[in-house]
Structures are given as structure tokens and as C-alpha cells.
T-cell receptor, first 111, second 115 residues
Framework: GDSVTQMEGPVTLSEEAFLTINCTYT??????LFWYVQYPGEGLQLLLK?????DKGSNKGFEATYRKETTSFHLEKGSVQVSDSAVYFC??????????FGKGTRLSVIA | DTAVSQTPKYLVTQMGNDKSIKCEQN?????MYWYKQDSKKFLKIMFS???????INETVPNRFSPKSPDKAHLNLHINSLELGDSAVYFC??????????????FGDGTRLSIL
């Protein structure tokens, strides 16, 4: 079945460091890909999405590119802030299954 | 103007009790969901309703019974609570069905603790 694998955390970075959180997927068909973010004590919020190969989703300085050849959708940010500390979830929707989430990656940014 | 609101935010109760969690969305979405998030943050879908009709029921014990009186509300009733039910329960909604590529909007969660 469809699945998402993302790097295990926690990830701890200093402010202004470069962030990469890896995400790869397995899916039948052509899935849409998402990154959701969960701040402490809150629900998940959509961060960005991409619906077809080579699409780049971006929001709040975060970017991810849909790479069909490597079945990946890695999340990147050039300069993280303390306020980016959260849990990040990669997810896919393929039309065959409901939204499938990865296990989440906790990011801690220290000043 | 909260988009997806669920109550209560915290629920502490004894094993064996029955409890309900309520969810309402004001986004005009057709589809609503219940998810369970465990202590390791793993998120698992439990149920999905589309226009008040049950679409997804993911191997959940029948002690859990969702009810959707209208498409803006999806409540979750849990009978005979067990220790393993301790988790954070999230309600969500989306436009289109559960198999569409429309993003989901989540409530802030209900933290259920069983003593």
C-alpha cells in the first residue's frame, strides 16, 4: 500500500542554520504530496503542497520539490528561526487511500 | 472564527467510563475525519464522513462510535474507556472526499487521559 518515510528526529539546529527534512514515498498512481506542521499544543496545519512531478511547493520560507524519479519530497529552509520549532509531517494522497502521514520529525531550533 | 473546533480540549476520566468529543467546522467542507495521535506523534485515521455518510472506518474497536448529525458536525462517542485509549484525538475537515487531493484542516485536538 501507499506509504511515507521521513527522517527520524529529533533534529536540533541553531538559529539561521539550513534545514533539510527528508521524505520519500511509495504510491500507486500519481499522488499529491504535502507537508504539514504541528506547533506545540495545536493541530496540524498545511505548510505546502505539490500535485505533480517537478512542482515546487513553498510557504513561509519553506520549500519542497516533487521528485518523481527519486520518489522524494524533501523539506528545506535556508535559515530557520526559533519559531519554526515544531513537528513536521510529510503526507501523500493518491486517490486510492485516504491521506497517509509519515511518522513526523520534531525540529528544535535554539537561539 | 475558528475553522475546526473541538471540545473539550482536555478530558481526564476513569477506565470503564463513557465519554464524547464534539467537533464542528465552519468552512463549508463536505468531509470530516477523526484521527488518533499516540504519544510518539504517530497519526492514524479512524473515521471519515462525507455529507453525513460514513466513508472510512479503519479497524477501530466498536467501542468507538462516530455520529454526524449534519455535514458541519462530527462527534465521537467512546464506550468503556481503556488505558490504551489515552491519546490526542484530532478532528479535521476537507473539501471533496477523503481520496481527493484537497488539504485537510485540523482542530487543536482533545487530549484524553485514562486513569
Amino acid at each position: 500500500g501507499d506509504s511515507v518515510t521521513q527522517m527520524e528526529g529529533p533534529v536540533t539546529l541553531s538559529e539561521e542554520a539550513f534545514l533539510t527534512i527528508n521524505c520519500t514515498y511509495t504510491a500507486t498512481g500519481y499522488p499529491s504530496l504535502f507537508w504539514y506542521v504541528q506547533y506545540p499544543g495545536e493541530g496540524l496545519q498545511l505548510l505546502l503542497k505539490a500535485t505533480k512531478a517537478d512542482d515546487k511547493g513553498s510557504n513561509k520560507g519553506f520549500e519542497a520539490t516533487y521528485r518523481k524519479e527519486t520518489t522524494s519530497f524533501h523539506l528545506e529552509k535556508g535559515s530557520v528561526q526559533v519559531s519554526d520549532s515544531a513537528v513536521y509531517f510529510c503526507a501523500l494522497s493518491s486517490g486510492n487511500t485516504p491521506l497517509v502521514f509519515g511518522k513526523g520529525t520534531r525540529l528544535s531550533v535554539i537561539a | 472564527d475558528t475553522a475546526v473546533s473541538q471540545t473539550p480540549k482536555y478530558l481526564v476520566t476513569q477506565m470503564g467510563n463513557d465519554k464524547s468529543i464534539k467537533c464542528e467546522q465552519n468552512l463549508g467542507h463536505d468531509t470530516m475525519y477523526w484521527y488518533k495521535q499516540d504519544s510518539k506523534k504517530f497519526l492514524k485515521i479512524m473515521f471519515s464522513y462525507n455529507n453525513k455518510e460514513l466513508i472510512i472506518n479503519e479497524t477501530v474497536p466498536n467501542r468507538f462510535s462516530p455520529k454526524s448529525p449534519d455535514k458541519a458536525h462530527l462527534n465521537l462517542h467512546i464506550n468503556s474507556l481503556e488505558l490504551g485509549d489515552s491519546a490526542v484525538y484530532f478532528c479535521a475537515s476537507s473539501q471533496g472526499g477523503p481520496y481527493s487531493n484537497q488539504p485537510q484542516h485540523f482542530g487543536d485536538g482533545t487530549r484524553l487521559s485514562i486513569l
